[in-house]
């Protein structure tokens, strides 16, 4: 008896070792290094080394020095996943429900931008949102835009971008989740009063909640950690946190900035999803 | 095939009060196609103010069809439905004072058992929310689970929850569209009995859609069997089951044993029937063919058994020259099989008084019925139809 | 450090609480030179920088033709920085790289050599590089007598315009202050090019400068960016960008716009007044490289006149080997004039070379740098 539980006990440690290995060294080691990399002394290089020295100095100066382009990258962020919320949502709402046998093909070509590079796809923008493109040319004459107004280099364009690029990690998880809905609640809420518009915020917008909230978190999280779409789409003015990160890690040599502010980026982001996932009150999906 | 004004003897069908005027629901030469397939064919029915009626039929019958027609779910191809005088036809779901209470009850899951009951009343800005609620939930014995979600509730609980989310909007028209169906046989028949006893309470029009004709006889003041997109018959459930205007009916309600005959001659209130050469006597009343042949109607509990040469005391029918194949003991009766001269079996439920012996196998014995049992029913209808789709 | 088992000490050695300062290597560094048995030769260069290397006339094929060696070329460095890191951790602890030969530009290679990461050529082996090389890459600071590095290419950074739409711009100071630019150009984001011309600008001198004329020179590229006159920093696809009228000028690089003229003619490249910037990208051997010889054997190869003007006849960089402007004649004359494949005595007179920083002072600046241009 007693021997039998041992082995169950050990079997089930034998089945979590791989996953527990994997965490260990994908995350906790890497984590850990860079906990440490962001409190080094300043001022250490790669010749002389660096030192730990507990220096919390480093998160402060990051914050003085690059709240800007810190804002920028949740703000960015933030409007995309709104945008990718509100096509996103309706794109997923007409193939779920009204789509019929088209809605595998519908759901290959929201996928189908991911066959081709990431790079590329952003390359593509900026030809479509040129100063002479065809873009700029229409919004110049309708009086969007002022006659040397542009889009490219401009907040604008990188949370189009942004958007662009993420749809499809809005667009299936809220697939899923409203593909999943019962229709015959659709048709109760109708038999009991609701018009069609009040019944989808008090039927469908809720039971498609859990999409809407890994939507959101999953165009969120690394559309905020995204630096490609602002270098290529935006100018000097719309630098993000990830391309302050990247240069500070490699050009700059400040492997403490770009790790204080890599810590700063994950906990803030940490912080506003579960604010986000407890306003939602969706806790039980985590 | 039937219209409803055949059925004179039911207050649903007294003589149609005029249109505008008639306070309960009427569907008029109401028809539903998908493409090429009829679901529902010319139907016209009236269901009084205050009644339970129950659309009966096997599947596809296209009784789920005309209820959703009648919640507003189906967009009629053609026809009419007015309620209390007012046509509804082409009123939106939202709008018609119809509620239903669906097969699979589709409880809002988000929402907990008080708030899927208050929902109909708050989408309609009624006041008094939580009185109402509370008494709705008393009304089906549910006031602890106020606060549970649907999923925390068995299928008998979240049955009476969906009774309650529709019962409280006090509708004009109750539709229950298959609402026992997931429920095990046990909990079917408490619940037969609770949404009966509901109905009574709250005097509200309750239209009950189901394939299960026990349940409909139980339940329901009126009956409309159902069948290929039309209604066979309508009436009360003993009318229906004694009186069979069809082979379809007289098998799919109950058993029938149903036996060829030629109508020899109509005296007064008796038609004669040679059947196998015997003679015998159907009220005209009950039969319902145009002459010539027809089918000869009994139902098996009505056929007396004894052994052959025995005078039997039923004043009637009496044929003999029948041979025991199959003997059937259930307790409080017993069930025969008995080949007839004619080569057909007849089945003969006999209760088990202790008056008779039980026969054996082999043993031959002489059947015999009263005549105002027996009912005639068209020959060019199918003899099995309906057997198969009886539950 | 001893190696155990493929996974050297240094690399169990988790960077817990820091990082220890880079310590020359116990051995100089030096793997045994197995060329003579190992006729191979790995090597990892830039993008589009070498004559097809399918075409069997091509340098790299007459190479492999002639000495017998196998050459294995990967296109692996993209930019400086990312190159350094990504070979840091093997050359810090001591481990080879598995190349024989990298290419890096000036600051770049004078940073490794710093760090003792790079093998000494032997000077008898390489001939042609000590006879060819022209005058104006000789000297370097970091490097005088080429004991470490060969050049591989030389370039100029300039300015080029789109001539269709704006009109020529014909010095820095006008690049980032004229009205009809405004938010039209940008600068390369590499800080030495740049910011030898901002020192330029602000009358100091890119080849001797003082922290505070560093400080003046950033501050007003600060004030440029700050004003919106600068689209983005860049490093690729900027002549792309020109040439579609996105940009009308930009900071560029000379061999970039040669490329580019072929597509698109209206763009010029321009000496600016303020001189030009000439680096060069450089052969070197890392540490550990087994292959030395072979190495050395391809650098006296492309020292030749004849090869090193067929290589400069494909990637329109400045050539570094003196002879080959004749030897240009024979493939293309156009080219041989060119100025910027074959830089005349005036042109040379005015370029400078970025001051040689060492390696704190290279992440000092580079910090301070990326500071501005990233926020």
């Known amino acids: 008896m007693a021997d039998t539980d041992r082995r169950k006990g050990l079997t089930a440690y034998l089945l979590m070792a791989p996953a527990v290995l994997v965490l260990a060294l994908f995350f906790v080691i890497p984590f850990y290094s860079l906990v440490a990399a962001s409190l080094y002394e300043p001022g250490g290089s790669d010749k002389e080394g660096w030192e730990m020295t507990y220096h919390v100095g480093n998160y402060v100066d990051a914050v003085q020095d690059y709240w800007e382009p810190l804002w920028h990258a949740i703000a960015y962020s933030a409007a995309a996943t709104l945008i990718c919320l509100v096509l996103g949502y309706v794109l997923a709402y007409a193939i779920a429900f009204k789509s019929g046998r088209w809605k595998s093909l519908l759901l290959v070509l929201v996928i189908a931008p991911f066959f081709t590079s990431f790079l590329v796809r952003t390359l593509s923008w900026q030809l479509i949102l040129a100063d002479d493109g065809w873009i700029v040319d229409t919004f110049q004459f309708l009086h969007l835009l002022g006659d040397d107004g542009r889009l490219l280099g401009t907040h604008f364009a990188v949370v189009m971008g942004l958007a662009y690029n993420f749809l499809p990690f809005m667009v299936l998880p809220l697939f899923a989740s409203i593909d999943k809905i019962d229709h015959r609640l659709i048709e109760a809420s109708g038999d009991l009063y609701s018009n069609p518009v009040v019944g989808f915020f008090k039927v469908t917008w809720p039971l498609s909640l859990p999409g809407v909230v890994s939507g959101t978190l999953l165009t969120f999280i690394p559309a905020a950690g995204d630096y490609i779409n602002a270098e290529l789409l935006g100018s000097t003015e719309t630098n993000v946190i990830g391309n302050v990160i990247q240069l500070q890690a490699t050009d700059a040599g400040h492997p403490n900035t770009a790790a204080a502010l890599s810590m700063i980026l994950m906990v803030g982001i940490l912080v506003m999803v579960l604010v986000y996932i407890r306003k939602a009150g969706t806790e039980e999906l985590l | ?391 | 450090m001893v190696a155990f088992g493929g996974l050297s000490a240094a690399a169990l050695k988790l960077p817990m609480f820091g990082i220890d300062a880079i310590q020359a290597c116990a051995d100089g560094g030096i793997a045994k030179d197995v060329s003579s048995s190992e006729r191979d030769l790995i090597i990892s260069n830039w993008t589009g920088y070498i004559d097809p290397r399918k075409n069997k006339n091509g340098t790299l094929a007459q190479f492999e033709d002639e000495t017998g060696i196998s050459v294995t070329y990967n296109v692996d460095v993209n930019d400086n920085a990312e190159f350094y890191a990504k070979v840091r951790n093997q050359m810090r602890a001591c481990e080879p790289i598995d190349r024989d030969m990298i290419i890096l530009t000036d600051w770049m290679a004078a940073r490794m050599i710093g760090l003792d990461w790079i093998q000494p050529l032997d000077k008898k082996k390489v001939p042609n590089l000590h006879a060819n090389l022209i005058e104006s890459l000789q000297g370097k600071a970091w490097d005088p007598d080429l004991v470490y590095h060969a050049p591989w290419q030389s370039g100029l950074t300039g300015i080029a315009y789109n001539a269709d739409l704006v009109d020529e711009v014909g010095s820095f100071e006008e690049l980032i202050s004229r009205d009809d630019l405004k938010g039209k150009i940008t600068l390369l984001s590499e800080m030495n090019d740049t910011m030898g011309f901002f020192l330029k600008v602000v009358g100091a001198d890119p080849g001797d400068f003082s922290d505070t004329e560093w400080e003046n020179a950033l501050d007003r590229l600060k004030q440029v960016k700050d004003d919106g006159h600068l689209r983005q920093f860049a490093g690729n696809n900027y002549l792309q960008q020109l040439s579609q009228g996105v940009l009308v000028a930009c900071e560029a690089w000379s061999g970039d716009v040669i490329q580019a003229q072929y597509d698109n003619p209206n763009l010029k490249f321009v000496a600016p007044e303020e001189g030009l910037a000439l680096w060069s990208d450089n052969m070197m051997v890392p540490n550990y490289a087994t292959h030395q010889t072979n190495a050395e054997a391809w650098i006296d190869y492309y020292y030749r006149p004849e090869v090193a003007a067929k290589l400069a006849a494909w990637v329109n960089y400045i050539c570094p080997v003196q002879g080959a402007q004749e030897a240009m004649l024979e493939i293309d004359p156009s080219l041989a004039e060119n100025t910027l494949i074959f830089p005349d005595s005036d042109m040379l007179s005015n370029t400078w070379d970025f001051m040689s920083l060492d390696d704190e002072q290279q992440q000092k600046y580079e910090g301070e740098w990326a500071d501005v241009i990233s926020s």
Not at chain 2, 3 to 24: F, H, I, L, Q, V
Not at chain 2, 253 to 270: C, K, M, P, R, Y
Request: with cysteine; aromatic share 6%; proline share 5%.
């Open chain 2, 1 to 391: 095939m039937s219209s409803p004004a055949e059925t004179t003897d039911d207050p649903a069908k007294a003589a149609p009060a005029s249109r505008s005027s008639y306070d309960g629901l009427r569907l008029s030469a109401l028809s539903k196609s998908y493409g090429s397939f009829h679901a529902v064919q010319s139907l016209d029915l009236d269901v009084p103010k205050g009644s339970f009626f129950a659309l009966l039929g096997p599947s596809g019958c296209g009784k789920t069809t005309t209820l959703r027609m009648v919640a507003g779910l189906e967009t009629p191809t053609s026809g009419t439905i007015t309620l209390a005088g007012q046509d509804i036809t082409a009123t939106k779901p939202y709008r018609r004072p119809v509620n239903t209470v669906f097969q699979n009850y589709a409880l809002f899951p988000h929402l907990d058992i008080y708030e899927n009951v208050a929902f109909g009343l708050r989408r309609r800005k009624v006041g008094g929310v939580d009185a109402k609620v509370k008494e709705m939930l008393e009304l089906v014995e549910l006031e602890a689970q106020a606060r549970k979600k649907p999923a925390q509730l068995s299928g008998g609980q979240q049955q009476r929850v969906a009774l309650a989310r529709a019962l409280i909007n006090e509708p004009e028209v109750l539709l229950l569209d298959e609402p026992l169906g997931a429920l095990d046989l046990k909990l079917r028949r408490s619940m037969q009995i609770e949404i009966k006893r509901i109905q009574v309470e709250v005097g509200l029009t309750f239209i009950h859609v189901t394939h299960d004709q026990e349940e409909a006889m139980t339940m329901a003041d009126t009956v409309a069997v159902m069948n290929a997109g039309v209604i066979e018959q309508m009436g009360s459930p003993g009318e229906l089951y004694e009186n069979p205007r069809s082979t379809f009916v007289a098998n799919f309600l109950g058993q029938s044993n149903l036996i060829e005959g030629t109508v020899t001659s109509t005296a007064g209130d008796v038609v004669t029937v040679d059947m196998h050469g015997i003679q015998v006597s159907v009220p005209a009343a009950r039969a319902h063919t145009d002459g010539g042949k027809g089918w000869i109607g009994i139902r098996p509990e009505k056929v007396l058994i004894g052994a052959a040469g025995t005078e039997l005391d039923a004043p009637g029918n009496t044929v003999p020259g029948g041979v025991v194949t199959d003997v059937s003991f259930i307790g409080v009766s017993t069930q025969y099989l008995v080949k007839m001269p004619w080569g057909q079996e007849l089945q003969v439920f006999a209760q088990n008084t202790g008056r008779d012996r039980i026969f054996r196998v082999g043993d031959p014995v002489e059947l015999s019925w009263r005549p105002e049992y027996a009912f005639l029913l068209d020959h060019s209808q199918d003899v099995n139809a309906g057997a198969e789709e009886a539950v």
